[in-house]
């Protein structure tokens, strides 16, 4: 059968890129078995605040149970630090520094940053062991996080085809329309919970206020014609994403019937609004009792800890260790 198992990272709030382009997108697909999980050890990758990441982790736990999924698919990745440390080791020796060093995403952000952390490196390598450890057989994911899931791939083949047959080959699962939210002050870059100025991310718990002042400061341009261009007009095709995913249509048909930028903007607030109000809404009330948050995350833990067990150990005994 199918197992789809997918993460987000608690580097920041959850932002609509993410809730449009991920978490509600898991909630209707989901089927019996899959798994989802907040990853915060890849949250580490860069200089992090301690606290703030505890806080942040259980945020993002609260928003995905709000989102409606089921409490039996959720755990935190923290809680099986010992299963997925001891599985990374298998896999980093079974990966080579040229294949991790050439991954997208480290080039850009080490680029960006002198004295990177290791972890930026090998971080690809860890989320191949979380894919491998829970025997997924499908990840939906962005197209941001295909070439990791590629390399999940490659390495689960290489180490059956070393040491026997152990781990399941996962696929990659992409969105549909791969619609990718993008950021609402500088529509050239996509829409991230780590960015430094939040002035163009709209966040699931920001307030209808917020909400609504963020996106009438959105970035369109001069030719005021609301049309569905993407090359062209970059932040009203933007806009017109968001108002299309938030209604279930599709871009080219929300743009009819708006006749300026305030109307467009009126109408993806609106939208914005009304799509995370529950969501927000929800994920206050189960904050509100961390008791009952502790003990599902506890049951989650349990339950992904004893999924992975047998594999973990068949790997570390066919490698010849453990
Ligand atoms: P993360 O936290 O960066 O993103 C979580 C999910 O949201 C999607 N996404 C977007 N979709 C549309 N528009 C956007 N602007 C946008 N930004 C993000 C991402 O594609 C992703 O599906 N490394 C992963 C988490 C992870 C993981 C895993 C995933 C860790 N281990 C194992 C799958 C399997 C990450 O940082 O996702």
Redesign the pocket.
């Known amino acids: 059968g199918v197992t789809r198992?997918?993460?987000?990272?608690p580097s920041g709030q959850v932002q609509l890129?993410?809730y449009?382009?991920?978490i509600r997108r898991w909630a209707r697909d989901n089927t019996s078995g899959d798994l989802y999980f907040v990853?915060d050890l890849?949250a580490m990758t860069v200089p992090h605040n301690p606290a703030k990441l505890r806080a942040l982790t259980r945020q993002q736990l609260a928003v995905l149970v709000a989102a409606g999924l089921p409490t039996e698919a959720l755990f935190v990745q923290s809680d099986l630090v010992r299963e997925l440390g001891a599985l990374t080791w298998l896999l980093e020796c079974t990966c080579s520094y040229g294949e991790a060093s050439r991954m997208t995403q480290f080039k850009e952000k080490s680029n960006s940053s002198t004295g990177f952390r290791l972890g930026l490196l090998t971080y690809p390598v860890l989320?191949a062991a979380?894919?491998l450890a829970q025997g997924a057989t499908e990840?939906p994911?962005?197209d941001?996080?295909r070439q990791?899931v590629e390399l999940a791939r490659a390495l689960a083949r290489r180490f059956n085809g070393a040491y026997g047959e152990v781990f399941v080959i996962p696929e990659a699962t992409l969105p549909p329309n791969g619609a990718?939210?993008r950021d609402l002050a500088e529509p050239s870059r996509?829409?991230?919970k780590s960015a430094a100025d939040t002035s163009g991310i709209l966040s699931v718990l920001d307030s209808p206020d917020l909400l609504r002042r963020k996106i009438s400061r959105a970035v369109t341009d001069n030719m005021s014609r609301v049309e569905y261009r993407p090359d062209e007009q970059r932040g009203v095709a933007n806009l017109l994403d968001i108002l299309a995913a938030c209604t279930g249509t599709c871009a080219t048909d929300a743009a009819r019937d708006i006749e300026s930028y305030a109307e467009l903007k009126g109408a993806v607030a609106d939208a914005v609004v009304e799509t995370l109000r529950p969501v927000r809404e929800r994920t206050e009330e189960i904050l509100a009792d961390p008791a009952e948050l502790d003990r599902l995350r506890a049951a989650g833990a349990e339950r992904a800890r004893q999924r992975c067990a047998h594999r973990l150990n068949s790997a570390l005994r066919l490698a010849g260790v453990g």
Not at 5 to 9: A, D, E, F, N, V
Request: zero cysteines.
């Open positions: 198992l997918s993460g987000i990272t890129g993410n449009l382009g991920a990853s890849h989320m979380d894919i990840v994911v962005g941001d996080q990791h990718r939210i996509k829409m991230s």
